[in-house]
């Protein structure tokens, strides 16, 4: 497109001078015309006029009175002529190399001259022409313009003018001479113009095309071309395998992980820095003549080109994985990164570019769900999931508006009491066509299209909603509600709740919230700040599946949390498997040192019941209490459970 814009304004430019050009010229000519018109209608005037009627009336007002005095003397006639020749010799310098004669014209056919004249012209030929009866008129005669004027007060005398052809030529060939001489000058003072004013604007114009190339088909953060470069380019190899059998080319999609953590905690200039790190990485690993691209984001794209007789891809792959698991220094600090790839084949796995790339994001997506730092190859089903997908997401954006959502509650008990302290909300997607779906399937969505923001203010709103409800009703519960990570990075989380608890008019101390145990510590000053003003606004803070992230300590001591939760993969051994219980009795036994309170998750059978309650837990939730629950539900299941004095 910028292409195409450029060419079209170097068009318009050589279209203008051009057109600038040849209005001058044909302004110049038509100046020249003008001046030669004018030049040879001021010839014309001179050489019609002469004065010549001016002359005459003097030359025979001198013969009159030279007739007068003495008529029929000889002496005068000689005197009379030798005066008019004076008189015509004095008249004829008004052109330069003109020629003035006094005719004696008697009666008759025959003419003879009376002055003599040096002219060269065959004087009989020429006076064969006049006629006393004839008006003034000229013609030319060998390269001469001769002009004949019988005078008006004496008849019997005539005057003739003879000037050369030259005096009136040679100024027209003097302007036409001009002219061209200015329009060449104009022509040449244009390509002047082009040759040093244009064409350096020309080569700007070509510079400033191959940067908006550059910018258009280039990431400006890495140098490596973009998506849409790579899509094209990837289309020409696709050409170029399909005629040799012998050749198969492999798209890897590779996404890094763990990459907006180090955007979060050491800003955006150091994930720059770690993206550029990352693309040479890629550079020094890429087979020669292979394409290499960055996608969008911390994605990036690799074409490789495999032929018979060579290794497989899968070594190629690993050595990416191991790179990419290499330390990074960035501002002064060591960072770590690891990547998930997924991997598509041509011509196995689709024959055009664009659905190469869909099935190696969609292998890239099966391998995150496995665990990071791994790669997957495409499989047929994957697509089928991926529409899936796309359709869940797109239902997803209508399920708010169509009142699809509901929050389901399940106990807590207070194992010293057997009494109810509590209950967790849990959030259910009742779909139109699909029935109940699971929030492992819809939260990941939620979370990666941002709908995870107004779908996490509706449970809160609706948990603190139902509380006040049960309050009434004589219940006094804590309610607990899960708060993903993307909704404490929101900047307005606190202002969020807040607004909730006034809302709904439930005071702070009967709300709980439940933080993910990776985005604490891999947050760990943001989440401090955060946490603080929650604390300030009175709610309890939990730390939810706790002992399957990196948590220590040291970090535990300077977080204001309230409780901390058991994940129910340590709960599942319980009592028979020495390691749940080692890890068990340990996390109670910190949780007291830090003043602490302890709920286990996932409670299904008696023995871990009694298990928990040996160690000392304070709380547990699961399935051999009671399983999750409407809250119509829920209000009926109280009647069964002995109400806890809360604190």
Partial sequence: MGHLQAEQLRQKILRFVAVAILLTGILVSGMAVTQLYSETRRHTELLTSVNLLHQAQRVDQRLQRLGESRSGDTRLDTAMQRGLRTELQSAAFVIPDAHQY???????????????????????SLLARFSTEQPAHQFTEQGQWVFFQPLPLHHS???????????????????????????????????????????PLLQQMDLSEKRL?????????TGLPNWSQLHSRLGERLAQAAQDPTQQLAVLFINLNRFKVINESLGHEAGNQALRQVAERLQQLLPAGDLLARATGDEFLMCVQICEGQPEIEPLVQRILISLKQPLVIQQKTVYLDATIGISLFPDHAPEAETLLQ????????ARQS??????FYE?????????????????????QRQEFELFYQPQIDLQTGEVSGAEALIRWNHPTRGRVPPDQFIPIAEETGLIHPIGQWVLEEACRQACLWQEEGHELKVSVNLSA?????????????????QTGLSSRWLELELTESYLFENFSRSARVLKRLRLLGVSLALDDFGTGYSSLSYLRRLTLHRLKIDRSFVKGLPDDPGDLAIVNTIIAMAKSLSLEVVAEGVETARQHQSLLALGCHTSQGYYYAAPESAQAFRHRLATFRRAEQY
């Fill in 102 to 124: 006094l005719l004696h014209l008697p009666s008759g056919d025959h003419l003879e001259l009376s002055v003599e004249t040096s002219s060269s012209l065959p004087l009989t």
């Fill in 157 to 199: 005398w005539a005057l003739i003018t003879l000037i050369p052809a030259r005096q009136v030529a040679l100024p027209a060939y003097r302007v036409l001479a001009s002219a061209l001489l200015v329009i060449l000058f104009v022509l040449m003072a244009g390509m002047l113009l082009a040759t040093r004013a244009i064409r």
């Fill in 213 to 221: 190339r550059h910018l258009t088909e280039y990431d400006q953060l």
């Fill in 359 to 366: 099935h190696a994001d969609a292998a890239q997506m099966r």
């Fill in 371 to 376: 665990g990071q730092g791994r790669y997957q």
């Fill in 380 to 400: 047929a089903d994957m697509s089928a999931r991926s529409l899936d997908r796309f359709e869940l997401e797109t239902d997803l954006r209508a399920a708010m």
């Fill in 486 to 502: 993307l909704q404490l990075n929101n900047g307005d989380i606190v202002d969020v709740v807040r607004q909730v608890l006034q």
